[in-house]
């Protein structure tokens, strides 16, 4: 089992580029997350998918979009690049919606926004 | 807006020292959870304390859940160069999707 995984792992990105961060688990996992993490901020709820088909809002949802692909997969897409959004993203999964649970997370994609 | 505050934010001690490390918010949570994160790696769950008072060991660590689950602590014995890391809490509730995660610790134990 690879658990999570997230590509790319970098990626520079220019002022109003746009680009789809991908994550997909191989656990049989209903709920799906993407998180932020700044310095000092710890991490932040951009986007979840309690089960598939569905997608909620998270804390920092702006500038984002989401796609829960199927059950495996779920991407997030960055419009319109800001700076703002420079940051290293994890996604993460559990088995069922809740705190719970266990999050199991990928190895992030450190992204720069110029 | 619940918020979880950790300290220190950061620590570094030699090998062989004892720490603990705090967690602490204004708000009560159903569940609290701490998780390990090495450098350029998502973090990695330690452990779940649900009840109040609880306490859990997990070989050199210990954790405790607040009586009035507001607070942690996690507290290591004989700290290893091995144990270094950003720490961090993260609480939830129940029926509620959203875990709320503290800023971290970065401990750096010295060989």
């Given at each position: 089992?690879?658990?999570?995984?997230?590509?790319?792992?970098?990626?520079?990105?220019?002022?109003?580029?746009?680009?789809?961060?991908?994550?997909?688990?191989?656990?049989?996992?209903?709920?799906?997350?993407?998180y932020?993490q700044?310095?000092?901020?710890g991490l932040?709820?951009?986007?979840?998918?309690?089960?598939?088909?569905?997608?909620?809002?998270?804390?920092?949802?702006?500038?984002?979009?989401?796609?829960?692909?199927?059950?495996?997969?779920?991407?997030?897409?960055?419009?319109?690049?800001?700076?703002?959004?420079?940051?290293?993203?994890?996604?993460?999964?559990?088995?069922?919606?809740?705190?719970?649970?266990?999050?199991?997370?990928?190895?992030?994609?450190?992204?720069?926004?110029? | 807006?619940?918020?979880?505050?950790?300290?220190?934010?950061?620590?570094?001690?030699?090998?062989?020292?004892?720490?603990?490390?705090?967690?602490?918010?204004?708000?009560?949570?159903?569940?609290?959870?701490?998780?390990?994160?090495?450098?350029?790696?998502?973090?990695?769950?330690?452990?779940?304390?649900?009840?109040?008072?609880?306490?859990?060991?997990?070989?050199?660590?210990?954790?405790?859940?607040?009586?009035?689950?507001?607070?942690?602590?996690?507290?290591?014995?004989?700290?290893?160069?091995?144990?270094?890391?950003?720490?961090?809490?993260?609480?939830?509730?129940?029926?509620?999707?959203?875990?709320?995660f503290?800023?971290?610790?970065?401990?750096?134990?010295?060989?």
């Open positions: 089992n690879a658990g999570v995984t997230q590509t790319p792992k970098f990626q520079v990105l220019k002022t109003g580029q746009s680009m789809t961060l991908q994550c997909a688990q191989d656990m049989n996992h209903n709920s799906m997350y993407w932020r700044d310095p000092g901020m932040r709820l951009i986007y979840y998918s309690a089960s598939e088909g569905t997608t909620d809002k998270g804390e920092v949802p702006n500038g984002y979009n989401v796609s829960r692909l199927n059950k495996r997969e779920f991407s997030l897409r960055l419009e319109s690049a800001a700076p703002s959004q420079t940051s290293v993203y994890f996604c993460a999964s559990t088995p069922l919606a809740g705190g719970l649970y266990t999050q199991y997370f990928g190895p992030g994609t450190r992204l720069t926004v110029l | 807006t619940q918020l979880l505050e950790q300290s220190p934010q950061f620590l570094s001690i030699q090998e062989g020292e004892n720490l603990t490390v705090y967690c602490n918010s204004s708000s009560v949570f159903s569940s609290l959870q701490w998780y390990r994160q090495e450098p350029g790696e998502g973090p990695v769950l330690l452990v779940t304390v649900v009840t109040g008072g609880e306490v859990k060991k997990l070989k050199r660590l210990t954790f405790q859940f607040g009586d009035a689950r507001k607070d942690s602590s996690l507290h290591i014995t004989a700290a290893q160069p091995g144990d270094t890391g950003l720490y961090l809490c993260a609480g939830s509730n129940t029926g509620g999707f959203k875990t709320i503290g800023a971290g610790t970065r401990l750096f134990v010295k060989a």
